[in-house]
């Protein structure tokens, strides 16, 4: 019987364990760099233990077992971003900071609203060690009534030691991310109507060349895009790049 009852709580904890990918895990000039897949445009980075939450979304039912962040980093004001009942419900006693623009940090709730800081588009700042660069994100063309104006939401590009770390954001195929640099690891979206297609990802990434490029911010308004068909269009235009396909979305 207790081998029976053993079992069975072994593979519940494995069921529960096995909801996200394994974190992918890199060396850096500064210490390990660890990145955990959550869903959706949620992930957490372990930066010599420190845990940083990227727009903390989907209950904290998603974030069980993940650790207590340190960082808490959001990209915009729509609610797969800023999802109040997450951020109420995560566990936040070692949160020291939360890093967002201007229009993210005036729907906080107050009490971190009191340890905020606002970082905007073309704006650096550095927190324990990390440097942290606000990137544009936005729609085209732009226009008052876009989903996504210019200037509201930020993508960041994060330097954990000798490695840089793009994050999109809610963007389309902008200037701003082909002309990034030197980036090691890229996250890049990919849903319509709210951002770009495919194609459009692809070849922003063949511009600015990433070594590592995840597909995520992959659900849209009619199912899932295709992101066999991603790693397909960049790898024929550039076979060194490494393009890591990940469930975001559970079944």
Request: glycine share 6%; charged share 25%.
């Amino acid at each position: 019987m207790k081998n029976i009852l053993l079992t069975s709580l072994l593979c519940s904890c494995f069921a529960l364990i096995a909801q996200h990918p394994q974190p992918d895990k890199m060396n850096t000039s500064k210490g390990p760099l660890e990145i955990q897949p959550v869903t959706h445009a949620s992930l957490i980075f372990t930066y010599n233990k420190m845990k940083i939450f990227m727009d903390p979304y989907s209950g904290a039912e998603a974030y069980k077992d993940l650790g207590k962040p340190e960082l808490i980093i959001i990209t915009d004001i729509h609610p797969d971003h800023l999802d109040p009942t997450t951020l109420a419900a995560l566990d936040i006693s070692k949160l020291k900071l939360v890093i967002a623009p201007q229009a993210v940090v005036d729907k906080l709730p107050e009490n971190l609203k009191k340890i905020a800081k606002v970082l905007e588009n073309g704006k650096t700042l550095t927190e324990s060690g990390i440097k942290i660069e606000a990137i544009p994100m936005y729609n085209l063309p732009e226009e008052p009534e876009a989903k996504h104006p210019k200037g509201r939401g930020n993508g960041y590009v994060f330097t954990f030691g000798d490695k840089r770390v793009y994050v999109s954001g809610d963007t389309e195929d902008i200037a701003e991310m082909r002309q990034l640099k030197n980036i090691d690891v890229a996250f890049v979206c990919m849903n319509l109507p709210y951002t770009m297609d495919v194609k459009q990802a692809a070849s922003a990434v063949l511009e600015f060349k990433p070594k590592i490029v995840y597909p995520f911010h992959y659900r849209g308004k009619d199912g899932m895009s295709d992101t066999e068909e991603f790693k397909k269009l960049v790898n024929a235009g550039d076979s060194g790049i490494d393009v890591r396909l990940r469930n975001w979305y559970e079944k």
